[in-house]
């Protein structure tokens, strides 16, 4: 059974950084993709970041320039690096992956604000 652990979510200022891991009990290896999505309050989840098995990565334009998604094999594990965070990243993000049918994590929440 999948089983994606989402962590390092947080309160961060404006401007601010944060690094969100996604752990597979499993092995990200067989995932042909890994993704991040997000849910704001009242709004549907979106789409943030994914990167495919061969390391090919792409970018909601809301985030392209400020996050940045990775993924290490050996961990199992995806990363999430959140750079010159805004009130507006405010969400709860999720990992998936896609072993055939999608998988999800339970979320981590992330709160921007002063």
């Known amino acids: 059974q999948v089983q994606l652990v989402e962590s390092g979510g947080g309160l961060v200022q404006p401007g601010g950084s944060l690094r969100l891991s996604c752990v597979d009990s499993?092995?990200?290896?067989?995932?042909?993709?890994m993704a991040w999505y997000r849910q704001a309050p009242g709004k549907q989840r979106e789409w943030v970041a994914s990167?495919?098995?061969?390391?090919?990565?792409n970018y909601a334009d809301s985030v392209k320039g400020r996050f940045t998604i990775a993924r290490d094999n050996p961990k199992n594990t995806v990363y999430l690096q959140m750079n010159s965070l805004k009130p507006d990243d405010t969400a709860v993000y999720y990992c998936?992956?896609?072993?055939?049918?999608?998988?999800w994590g339970q979320g981590t929440q992330v709160t921007v604000s002063s």
């Open positions: 990167v495919t098995k061969v390391g090919i990565t």
């Open positions: 998936a992956a896609l072993k055939g049918a999608w998988y």
């Open positions: 499993g092995s990200i290896f067989s995932s042909n993709v």
